[in-house]
């Protein structure tokens, strides 16, 4: 079975975050990699549409009863019912978690991938976590600096 | 976006349930349907493997926190960690559900699809369910008698 | 801690059901056992109105985003926002199981408690499951004749 | 029914998040709320123990199958089963979450509580979490100085 890459990223992102995420999409789909996501709007919508773009497999994992709200380039749509729980499967589902922009429920997904741990949390211009003395964390997520790189980490698990 | 068809059925399950998944999953990739299942043994393994046959789409959705146990012919698989909990999941992301055979774990699917309304719910050699008088309940499920039936069923909702 | 039994039945239930389920409700309580139940309507709100009545602990455990639906007998409620996925939830919390009335989503329980295993799985006036060839299960259900049957089986775990 | 209040923290804390978290404990069952927390050691263990001292009520929602590794001071237990997805069902059933010390499952849980929005996030010696330029969050927690005021602010929504 093909590597399952989890990009993750807000609902409403920027247009930088937009474009990012669509170059992640068709790298990971070029690299043969399927890619899980959240299946909705912003930085879920446009990595899926460059997945697909590359004749990708993009599985996106809803969090309502329907699939209703479900963006139109997944090649298959999980409904879960399960509201926020969800982002529980997208991180477990993953290979390697690409988190792109900011937003509460983009960094819950980092933290669950990294309170699951074994497997690379890459993010691309995301917010960043300091400790209680308020230094970067030891057991740190890996920083990219653009989609082809964020990918490389993805895939390669290491620079 | 394709038809997602749910299939159902026992990890342990006869060589008739075994033979009958097989050409359900190979009649549903034909008809360019997307196939979900529990990803495991099973009828869930024969689905799997006739949908792959015909090159069709399966998804896996699996209980545990890994892809251990997941069987060779899933497309992509979600891995839930949630359980038998997952079988909502199953059940909601299907347009229609098809159990084969009989197992308490089936029979928890086919309750949660008539539990959740509005969608086929087709049972082939499964249990049968009997009122508080002893009588098959009005608001049943449909029984088919073949592996054809019960695809024609679940992509047509009627006979 | 407590022994914890887990009161299952329809949103919408005879008169009799809720009778019984208000008796079983007031003998789980009588004997120190904490009651888990979908906290809704019906057969819900019937056993934790029974429980309370007797000063006994129970807790609801509920599908939705919010309190909204909550009877107003529950000492605490546990917020899911998981859909009927929450069945799974009640069924794993549970020392044993009663079953009260028929409906899907109380079937999805009972069958959900015998893939569990390991507890009893009591039924009082619910529906009958029968195997491929029309007989009564090997490995089946317990059956209730009164609510003091039901509570003694499931805290004894036999008759 | 009463107040709920979720108290969250790491498994394996300091000395100090530990006499923090069972005074935060004491305090909320003496105001008469209801504790719900994950029902583990460290935080959640040291919270439950401070409540029960006060004859409070604390429900520990676990991740796994079982009630193994439950802690001994919890009123009741639930049983997800569904691993760190339980972090979802802990904040959607709290009016007011209070999260003590710092880690990924903590910082998860904060993130949740934040994505849903409408109630108070407190944290009391926690992590830090800052925007892509490196400023806190406009829409940020509530910082606690001590367990009172950690308390205060949970159960009043503001200083």
């Known amino acids: 079975m093909p590597v399952q890459v989890a ?19 068709k790298l990971l789909a070029q690299a043969g990699a ?3 996501c959240g299946g909705g709007t912003g930085v879920m919508a446009a ?3 460059g997945a697909r ?4 497999l993009v599985i996106g994992i809803r969090p309502n009863d329907s699939t209703e709200g479900a963006n139109p380039d997944l090649s298959a749509v999980i409904v879960t019912n399960m509201g926020e729980a969800r982002n529980a499967a ?49 057991d740190t997520t890996l920083t990219a600096d653009s989609p082809q790189d964020a990918v490389d980490l993805a895939l390669n698990g290491s620079r």
């Open 7 to 25: 990009v993750c990223g807000p609902r409403h992102c920027t247009e930088q975050d937009q474009a990012d995420a669509q170059q992640v999409g």
């Open 34 to 36: 399927t890619v899980i």
């Open 47 to 49: 990595v899926a549409a």
């Open 53 to 56: 773009a590359e004749n990708g």
């Open 90 to 138: 997208i991180v477990w589902s993953a290979d390697a978690v690409i988190a792109i922009g900011g937003s509460w429920g983009t960094l819950s997904e980092i933290a669950l991938a990294k309170r699951r741990g074994g497997i690379p949390v890459i993010t691309l211009n995301g917010w960043t976590v300091l400790d209680h003395d308020g230094n970067p964390l030891p």
